[in-house]
């Protein structure tokens, strides 16, 4: 799955459309219920869509 989004989103942030300047994997933002991924944040990001979206 993480191959498919990070083909999808051309290997960039999700909410930023940057590169992880970190050199680190980017993160898999996934529903907690379902377990469903959704998108690849930078590992920043991920905390801040946490914060944003209610499962």
């Known amino acids: 799955m ?3 989004l990070a083909t999808a ?4 942030c ?3 459309a940057k590169p992880c300047s970190t050199g680190w994997r980017l993160a898999v933002d996934h529903a907690h ?3 469903c991924a959704r998108a ?3 590992p ?3 905390v801040i ?3 944003l979206v209610l499962d």
């Not at 989103?9 to 960039?12: E, I, K, R, Y």
Request: include cysteine; charge should be neutral.
């Open 33 to 35: 219920q379902t377990g």
């Open 14 to 16: 999700a909410m930023c």
């Open 40 to 42: 690849l944040p930078h």
């Open 2 to 4: 993480y191959e498919v």
């Open 49 to 51: 869509a946490a914060s």
């Open 44 to 46: 920043r990001g991920q």
């Open 9 to 12: 989103q051309h290997g960039v």
